[in-house]
Structures are given as C-alpha cells and as structure tokens.
C-alpha cells in the first residue's frame, strides 16, 4: 500500500508540474495583455559567482547537498545557479506554483530539479493549504536559500545552514493567519516526504520516502519578525559504505555490546529532530539577523548539535556592508564494542570522530545594488575550528588545523 502511494505521488508531482506549464501556455495564449500579468507570471533568477579558499586541506561546500567542495582554486560550483519560476492563478482561490533550478548538487553536477511544484487552496485571506513539493522552512529564510538576491551575503551562514541536507518536502502543508496586539500572528504545520539523495564520499544516503513533519510559529510586528521551528525527519534507508561495511562487521563477532553498537550507528527507523529560533529587525537602512538551532538524533551515527549566527548590515546608498559571527558545535557519542584491540574498534572510532564540529566564522562583506534587480556582493569568510571539526567537509587531510579562509563574489540577479 505505502509503495503504491509512492508512487502515485512521484507521478502526482510530475503531473502537477506539467500542468502548471500548461497553464501557463493557455494562460498567455488566451488571457489579453491586461489580464496576463494578474493571473500568470514567469519569473527566474540566478547567482553567478566564484569562490576559494587558503588551503588544499580540505574541501568547502555550501551544505551537505553538494558532492565536492572547493580549495585554492578559483570555482563557480560553490554558489552559481539558475532557477526558472512559474506561477498560475486559476481562479480566486487556487494557485499553481512551479519552480526549477539547475546547481551544484549530491551527483557532482548541474542537471535540473523540480524544487518546488504545489498548488494552493486559500480558503479566505487567513487560512490556505498547499500539496505538492515545497521548500523546507525548518529554519526562518530557509525557504528562499537558492534565491541570492533575495538575502544580503553571498551565502546563507554554511555553519547554520549547511548542516541540512534538503531542501523540499513532498506533502502538505496549512497555514493560517490571526491579528494579535499589534501584529500579525502565523502558524503553519506540514506532513510530507523527502526524496533527495545527500551524498557520503562515492556514496549516497537514499532519502527517498523518509516522513517529515514539524511547524513553526512566527510573529510579525512593524519592522520585527519573530519564529519559532520544530521539525522532524525518520530515515528508511541504511546509510552506505563504510557505515554499512562496518555495522556488518560488528554482527559478525557475534558480541553482545558489539551488537549493540552496530546496532547504535544504525539510522533505519531512527528519528533526527530540528529546533530553532529567530528573528528579523528591517528598518530603513539597518538589517539585523539572529537565529540559533539544535539537531538532535537517535542514531549514535549523528552528534546533536547546536549553532547560531548574527548577521547585520547597515546601507549606505547602493551599498550595504555587512559583518556577521555564526558557529556550531557538536556533542561526541563514545561506544564500546567490548572487543579486544581490533580494527573494528579504530573504524568506529573513525566513524563517530567524522560527524564533529566545532568552529566559529567571522564574516565580512558588502552587497552593491547597482542596477535593477542585479546585485554584486564580495565576501571573506574567516572559519576557526579545532582539527576534529570535519563534518562540514566531504575531504580533508592530516594536515588540516580547523581553520581555513573562504573569498567570494558573487553576481546576483532576478528577472
């Protein structure tokens, strides 16, 4: 029963995005030059940009999404992009929203992805549900994270954000709207599905059919916006090699706390929750951010961890300079195999030592709006960690001291 759901949504999906592209065809062709504008929009937007860092220690990357990081040499995978929007009003009360990106992503290339393709319900001004893929809005601004011109840095903090590894959810979601005090009181709730793929070495995590669920409360009063987020994810799929090789072995000795510990590292029906609190201050020329999140998960596999990160520009004409401080930490699980020196137990200990983090990033730049809808930002980020902090990385050698040094630029655009 739960395969064929599968799969009748996997087609649902597809579905619905042909048909928001039909829409749109019938909408230009049939709707005159006046009405066209009000019920269908095809809008894009794009990053151009490079990156490097100080070293060839190691790789950086924007989040666990992407296959490879760069390092001494100049790139564009890190941050360019092209995404495609389309959006169709089909009647007072229903929308229809596609949207497309090409990126830097799990395969180690740019094919395509249908990011968002869902259709909304409003039924009055205060409550509406949305079906279909959404992006995730586990953490305040998340939602918007492929749209650079929409945010003030060349990336959102990768300490903060880099640690999710998706970016939609496959489902539902209702949100509803009350005036309270001064302001505007939100609440929405979702159910649905992921089916990404996050990739682990030359390996992946298959996180096809893994229920999410969570809500988040917001609150916005003048130039205030307040959220709070509780999300939840449980895996369905084992993670790959080397984990599995290992969790193999561990069986085989046939020892109780050794059963344990494969048992321990295992993520199959294991649960990840995600919790965060935000806040956003816009006023005139001043922007201020400040979030803070905690992970925690039932698999030994995964540390919990907590992060945050304060970002403030302030404008000054067509420029913004902005300065900001994110760090993340995690908490290490030990387990015993209760075996007698073995290489299982220098595997295990490898294995639960590559999920750390521990660092802090000071960060400077300035965002330039010196044409319509087109920005240009230039970064520098300056990340301090211990050597054990690894986990944002996909490759690193004995040599890397936690402390690396990241320069950006950055094109953005909307059109």
Partial sequence: MTFHWHRAQRCGFRALAVACLLFSHAAMADSDAAMAPKRFELSGFGTLGVARTDTNDTQFIRDQTQQGGIDKSFSSKLDSLIGLQAYFRASDSLELVTQAISRY??????????????????????LSVRAGRMGTEFYLLADSRHVGYSYLTVRPSVDFFGLLAFHYVDGLDLTGIVPLGEGLLKGKVFAGYSHELAPIGSEFLNMHGNPMAGGYVDYQQGHWQWRATMAQMTFKHELPAPVSTLRDGLYLTGVPSAVAAADAIGIKDKTSRFYSVGGVYDRGPLQVQAMLSELRHESATYQNSKAGYLLAGYRMGQVTPFVGYSWTKSKEK???????????????????????TDQHTYTLGARWD??????????????????????????????????????????????
């Avoid at 320069?407 to 059109?415: E, G, K, P, R, Y």
Wanted: net charge neutral; charged share 15%.
């Fill in 334 to 356: 030990t387990l015993s195999t209760g075996l007698p020196p073995n290489p299982l137990n220098d595997y295990l200990a490898a294995s639960l030592a590559r999920v750390h």
């Fill in 105 to 126: 992503g799990p395969q180690g290339d740019y094919r395509p992805e249908i990011s968002w393709a869902f259709a909304k319900y409003n039924f009055n001004p205060n």
């Fill in 370 to 415: 010196f044409h319509r809808d087109m920005a240009l930002k230039a970064q520098v980020d300056m990340i301090r960690g211990t050597p054990q902090s690894i986990f944002l990385y996909p490759s690193n050698t004995p040599n890397f001291d936690g402390k690396l040094n990241v320069f950006s630029l950055a094109l953005d655009f909307v059109f």
